[in-house]
């Protein structure tokens, strides 16, 4: 339902409405005489009542039309006959006109005058000949303020209600020394327009802003020429709009000062309107943001140049020749991935969202047995943080060709060492390993070709020393000295030609189980086996081809030790390790073997007391066919020789899935060891 007001058409509705029934009321109170039944009293009460409700709705113009309404009741009633002449008309009528002028009066000092309805069309703007008319008007955004001057302008804000509520002659109050403190201290300016006067404020942190003295003489058409010619049109249409739209602006703009420098300023005023809505005043404050938008700038150019580093690096990763998968720690979930791992493993592959889930990439280690899921490089280095360089896989593709591959993989940390994420590098080398297969089956075969002449050889040697043996002692009384002499030359000779022929046998059985290992063609027979009785077996077989008290074996606390081994081939690991010691131990005794237990391995190693070894020959003497310098207290044979001991002493640890190191400080001499993973009974 509609509410009745007193400025709305229905009030003057219910004025007209109590004048009308006043005419049948009063004929109801009026006996033949013409006076009042009852009284003067109730007559009077029931003539009040009407003023009082028009003079409540309407002011003193609804009491009087409710009055003349009364009036012409009774005028009404006289002149038609209907009642007679009423001796108390004189006293309604004066009574009447007296309760509407104090009713009127009382109501519009309780109630003042409402304000005019706005009008349709806004008033020319007071400043318009400094502001560019322009119906495109582009809002800008806000300036990123600071708090006390946002403070400072709901303070405005609140004045701003108080000016426009007082008199024109009221607003010389407005204290402008009311802000001046906080002005100073946050650097803002404050600039107050008085259109009504066309008077111009401006604080002197204002002036100080615009590059003006403090004497300097407000203008603004001074303001307008310093804004930056780029900003004005945009600037002064804002305002313009601003002002016809009565709210408040707010604009960044570029300040071009008299001494050439350029500023930025923040800017945020309002227009204040009179009563009738006229502007009377415009206000605001203004504060410098020229290091504000400097660090933007700056902030914008590193940004800029940011994103054409990332194009770039994001270009290198798409182009480059390697693929490069990265996963999310510890989940394991794909990341992101380049077109060469897609061309290497697939689109499915690179969809895991688990670690878990790489078991179904189906690669193989080099002696074929698949890789567990937490045994991919990628899982390793998310997991454990390990870093994996030069693992090479096989994995086999739709056509049944193994693919090798070369995985290097890193974890990726950050400040406090935690594992964010994991980068995996995959290479193909299908064109390396074919060359590889290609140089051990040439290997090979020479080491065949070697070993036939060899052979014969050796054969030969070994019986023309058994002649001798034979034949020197049941001769020896017949023969002159110098045929002594000649023939125990001969039999020397013959001995240093068999001890080198050993030699090279030895050297090409090794080429042979190298070749053997690098075409994957070395097989191991895995048996069950108590690796103490396997290491104390290798020990004896040694100490009785060694010099007296040189080779101890530590007994092991435990008597059973299972592990999966190749017997021969841990045997001739061991044997290998200890003739190192020994030629690096030279007369230095004594050298130790000895097995130690860890968490899910045993360990063997073979200690000596040489002169040690330096990290750099630590690090470089397990390489494949490497050239050995001259003993320096190594264990590795010195000369200037290739020497392949080492790595296949490496290579078939690697086979029993084992690990290979040395422990060594100069001058304290070396460990040698090697561990084996224990069976599960």
């Known amino acids: 339902m509609k509410k009745i007001t007193n400025n709305g058409p ?17 004929l109801l109170h009026m006996d033949e005489q013409g006076w009042s039944i009852g009284g003067l009293g109730p007559f009077m009460i029931l003539s009040v009542f009407p003023i009082i409700v028009g003079s409540f709705l309407r002011g003193l113009p609804g009491g009087l039309v409710v009055w003349f309404l009364m009036m012409a009741d009774l005028l009404f009633v006289n002149l038609t006959g209907l009642g007679s002449w009423c001796p108390t008309f004189p006293c309604i009528a004066i009574g009447g006109l007296i309760t509407t002028l104090v009713a009127g009066r009382l109501r519009y000092m309780s109630h003042p005058q409402p304000q005019e309805a706005e009008q349709t069309d806004s008033p020319p703007c007071p400043c318009s000949q400094f502001f560019t008319a322009d119906e495109d008007v582009t809002q800008v955004r806000a300036p990123s303020g600071q708090k006390k001057i ?42 107050d327009f008085d259109i009504a006067r066309r008077q111009h404020f401006w604080s002197k942190e204002c002036k100080a802003l615009l590059g003006l003295p403090p004497d300097a003489q407000e203008d603004f058409a001074l303001f307008r020429s310093l804004v930056h010619p ?14 016809r739209t009565k709210t408040p602006h707010k604009v960044e703009y570029r300040l071009v000062r008299p001494d050439g420098s350029i500023h930025w300023l923040a800017d945020q005023g309002i227009f204040l309107y009179d009563q009738q809505g006229n502007p009377i005043r415009l206000i605001g404050v203004a504060w410098d943001i020229t290091a504000l938008k400097q660090a933007e700038e700056a902030c914008s150019q590193a940004n800029e140049q940011l994103q054409r580093q990332q194009a770039f690096l994001h270009t290198i990763l798409r182009q480059m020749p390697s693929g490069m998968i990265i996963a999310q720690a510890p989940s394991g979930k794909i990341l992101g991935s380049n077109e060469e791992a897609l061309r290497l493993l697939g689109l499915e592959c690179l969809e895991y969202e688990t670690y878990e889930e790489y078991a179904h990439v189906g690669a193989l280690h080099p002696d074929g047995t698949p890789y567990r899921a937490e045994e991919y490089p990628l899982a390793r280095a998310i997991l454990s943080g390990e870093t994996i360089k030069q693992e090479v896989m096989f994995r086999r593709r739709a056509d049944g060709y193994l693919h090798p591959l070369s995985a290097n993989a890193a974890p990726i940390t950050d400040s406090q060492d935690r594992t964010l994420a994991g980068v995996m590098i995959l290479q193909d080398i299908s064109e390396q390993y074919e060359l590889e297969r290609q140089k051990d089956e040439f290997f090979c075969q020479i080491g065949h070709e070697l070993r036939t002449p060899l052979t014969a050889l050796k054969g030969n040697l070994q019986l023309t020393e058994r002649h001798l043996r034979r034949w020197l002692p049941a001769h020896e009384n017949l023969l002159a000295e110098e ?16 001890r ?42 040694l100490q009785t081809v060694m010099p007296p008290h040189t080779l101890f074996y530590e007994t092991c606390e435990r008597s059973d030790i299972p592990v999966m081994v190749d017997e021969v081939r841990v045997g001739q690991v061991i044997t290998q390790y200890v003739k190192n010691a020994l030629h690096a131990a030279a007369e230095r005794s004594p050298i130790l073997v000895g097995i130690s237990l860890e968490q899910n391995a045993a360990r063997v190693w073979v200690k000596d007391a040489g002169p040690g070894l330096s990290c750099e020959q630590q690090i470089s003497f397990w390489k494949l066919l490497r050239p050995t310098p001259e003993p320096v207290g190594s264990q590795c044979p010195g000369g200037s020789k290739l020497d392949l001991s080492l790595y296949l002493c490496r290579e078939l640890v690697r086979l029993h899935r084992g690990q290979i190191g040395v422990e060594s400080v100069p001058g304290e001499g070396s460990t040698f060891w090697f561990s084996l993973p224990l069976r599960d009974l």
């Open 483 to 498: 045929e002594k002499l000649l023939l125990q030359r001969l039999r020397r000779w013959n001995e240093q030609a068999l």
């Open 150 to 191: 946002e403070k400072i302008w709901q303070q405005l804000i609140e004045q701003a209600g108080y000016v426009a509520a007082t008199s024109p002659q009221a607003l010389s109050r407005f204290d402008r020394n009311r802000y001046q403190m906080a002005m100073e201290v946050t650097g803002a300016g404050l600039y």
């Open 500 to 541: 080198q022929a050993n030699v090279e046998n030895h050297l090409i059985e090794n080429l042979l189980d190298a070749s053997a290992l690098q075409a994957a063609g070395l097989h191991l027979s895995l048996e069950p086996r108590n690796l103490v009785q396997v290491v104390s077996a290798a020990v004896d077989d």
């Open 230 to 243: 780029e900003d004005r049109e945009r600037v002064f249409s804002l305002f313009a709009e601003c002002f």
């Open 10 to 26: 229905g009030s003057w509705g219910l004025i007209l409405l109590f004048g009308a029934l006043f005419l049948p009321l009063s």
